[in-house]
């Protein structure tokens, strides 16, 4: 619908104008032209759009809105373009304009739609929402080496790469950052213990798995918590380790790369791009960060740290709050590598990635440290005109206690044991069905299956919880075959494949098998048009407010809105001139299903 609404806005306003000279010359003047405030209907009874615009001007023209609203209507009814597009408007409530498109516009634009692999989704250079040549830049997953991946990382994972594929299908070119933690006073530790204990790692590829070094990561944490000499030489070697002592940089290179290619299990599996530029990446740049901040005049010395105290941000004792950048010990810290990533993303090539919107997808308890270093970037001078630096907050996955969610012992929630859970919860559901029917399908078929929708599921929960809150994880409600789940929207897909199944010509990638002119007499027919026509109005609002909630409310209201019509409607035994038309609609529901989902990271199917 954007491109209605953007022809709207422009006769609206050329109508207000019309109507009431006087007032759109002094508002111009005053740098605020004529607004119709044009928005989509709140109920389908009030039409396709609504501009309420009229109740704003009643008091600089001390008019009735009703009489201003009447004004405009007699102005539209000499708009030729206006009228080639709507139906006569109608005057509603105070002085609200109610606009319906016109049915053969909506039929016309539906089949314009067929014809188009975006759907008629524009590009953001199309629709004046930014310049598509530097990049954004999506800061997303974020384990820490030596460690698991756990369902905390769930969140941060699949909200980043749903972000990260709206936003390059709008056309924007995204760098997806992998920030790991691979640096910093935990690997001299580590380091320390490494050589100690498994002296062959420093010569011996895969001396030590992954599931080794979670276990050797405890070991090393209680020895530097009970052994005074230890923690010592663990400093010492952070010391080598940022001297680039070439041991110490092999044993830190050795874990990090059995780290990573563990990380990059969970990735394949999901179906995660990303391009790891880890904390190391920042070290060469955090003496220029101080040095920066120096002669800007920011910095003072606190007790011997090199700080910044944060304005409107204030501690208990309601003084001002510190970002430390320098220790006291001339050490860094999580911030300044932060400050020092900020400083990069946003300096021009070659010195910096030139982005001119970044974007950070981390849990809401992270939000007090994003703000400190955001003010402080911002500053500094570090962030251009007009750019844009966002903290993307979520909340946490919690289990049926409303408590973080927790193995029965208590640890945290291991990431891989989640999918695999969700992937054999699923093929057990499967199997049951298909004995159930009756059905024999070999085991490729049921493992595909398995897999795509146990992982679809677990997906689809999250993405459709609104990001800010916390959610309660449940395999038995993602795994529903109805509601708002992963399932549900998956055979709609499947539904609309046996249609074509069953001898529908959905067009088989092309539109030759449509009409050029679609006919659609039934109000079910009339609702998914207009469900369908609402993905571009969709998928801009998501670009902009970093929500994927948004996608999967709308694709579960257009899955529904579907059934309803293949339910009520018939298709394949309708009359030749409908049955076309109402497989143009089923062509394009799937089609607007897959990209829909594909956006979200999840695969479709054919058969379930």
Known sequence: MLRFAHALDTQLRAAMERAFPEAAAEAIAAGRPLDPQLAPASKPEFGDFQANGALALAKPLKQAPRQIAAALLAELETDAAFGALCLPPQIAGPGFLNLTLRPEVLAAELRRRLTDPRLGVPLASESGAGSAVAPVIVDFSSPNIAKEMHVGHLR?????????????????PVLRLNHVGDWGTQFGMLITHLKQVAPAA?????????????????QAKQRFDADEAFQTTSREEVVKLQS????????????????????????GRLDIRLQERGESFYNPYLEAVVADLEAAGLLVVDAGAKCVFLEGMQGKDGNPLPLIVQKSDGGFNYATTDLAAIRYRFAPPPAGDGARWVVYVT????????AGVFQVARRAGWIPEGARLEHVPFGLVQGDDGKKLKTRSGDTVRLKDLLDEAVERCEADLRRRLAEEGRQED???????????GLAAVKYADLS??????????FDRMLALQGNTAPYLLYAVVRIAGIARKGGDLGGGAAAA?????????????ALVRELLKLDTLIAEVEQELLPNRLCGYLFELSQVFNRFYDQVPVL????????????LCRLSADTLKLGLGLLGIATLERM
């Open 156 to 172: 941060s994972t699949i909200i980043g790469d749903a972000l990260a594929r709206v936003l390059e299908f709008r056309g924007h």
């Open 202 to 218: 420093l010569t011996t590829a895969d001396a030590v798995d992954l599931g080794d070094l979670v276990a050797f990561y405890r």
């Open 244 to 267: 680039g002592d070439p041991v110490s940089l092999r044993a830190w290179g050795l874990l990090c790369e059995q780290s990573r290619r563990e990380f990059e299990q969970i990735y």
């Open 363 to 370: 849990d809401a308890g992270q939000a007090n440290h994003f």
């Open 443 to 453: 085991e490729d078929f049921i493992t595909q299956v398995a897999t795509t929708v």
């Open 465 to 474: 919880t609104n990001r800010i809150t916390n959610y309660q994880f449940s």
């Open 514 to 526: 449509f009409p050029d002119l679609l006919q659609f007499s039934e109000p079910q027919e009339w």
């Open 573 to 584: 035994k309708a009359e030749p001139a409908a049955r076309a038309s109402r497989l143009a």
